[in-house]
């Protein structure tokens, strides 16, 4: 059964990959952590440096083998918002297959931003905020769960904690002057419950299309916050891979 499963992955990664690529990006998921590699695909507009024995290969094969961001819109989007950006491997799909869009990619974490900066380096029309998503504009406390830099959460202060920059979407739509925003992707790790809670959610309605990774198996309440808050308004509603995608009606 071990052999019959291990063979399949080798055939998926060859057929998805290419034989070089396939094999290759095998090997990098057999390696510890502590090393980088670069990988180059025709479906992201740059190569992508990531982290071995990381999550970084994971939202990989979400991103770029399962076409985790590849639901039907119904025209090209001028403006996306990438909120979780991570090291920007939504950021770079988004960029190749709308090379025209404006992309702003919000990341807390310092080491997932750095990558993310060395990841979009050069690309017009990407714009960077080192930030964490929240109801208020301030400071927040950001506490890693482990060696997985995808898997954090963001919390109050605690005292002597510096934490990290904390923009409301107010403030961010307001700093890029953005009226519209045709996508809004957010991945998040369970702060969605707080941002669809907040008492001013009056930013919701300059959004056409939501796509939302939830997270209620950390954070109970992420699903009913934010199906509460777009049904503000008339929504259709669909299921995409891992994300929950809400367009104006």
């Known amino acids: 059964m071990r052999t019959a499963k291990a063979f399949g992955h080798l055939v998926e990664h060859i057929l998805r990959l290419g034989p070089v690529r396939g094999l290759r990006v095998l090997w990098l998921k057999q390696r510890g952590p502590g090393h980088r590699a670069t990988i180059r695909h025709r479906d992201l507009a740059g190569p992508i440096t990531i982290r071995t024995g990381s999550s970084d290969l994971a939202i990989f094969d979400e991103v770029v083998m399962g076409g985790g961001y590849a639901f039907p819109l119904s025209a090209p989007p001028a403006v996306i918002l990438d909120i979780g950006a991570n090291i920007g491997l939504a950021t770079l799909w988004f960029k190749r ?38 109801p208020a504009d301030g400071r927040i406390g950001f506490q890693r769960e482990g060696l997985n830099p995808s898997a954090y959460h963001i919390r109050s202060l605690e005292t002597g904690e510096e934490g990290v920059p904390a923009i409301s979407m107010t403030t961010l739509l307001e700093r890029f002057d953005l009226q519209k925003v045709d996508v809004l992707k957010l991945d998040i790790e369970g702060a969605e419950k707080e941002l669809f809670e907040a008492a001013d959610l009056s930013w919701m309605d300059r959004v056409h299309t939501f796509a939302v990774e939830l997270h209620d198996r950390i954070r109970p309440g992420c699903g009913h916050a934010f199906f509460s808050a777009t049904s503000r308004a008339k929504r259709n509603y669909d299921v995409h891979e891992y994300l929950v995608i809400a367009t104006k009606g």
């Not at 807390?108 to 714009?127: I, R």
């Open 97 to 134: 297959r709308y090379p025209n869009a404006r992309i702003i990619a919000v990341e807390p974490d310092a080491e997932n931003f750095s990558l993310l900066q060395l990841n979009t380096k050069g690309l017009v029309g990407v714009e960077l905020v080192r930030a964490a998503i929240a």
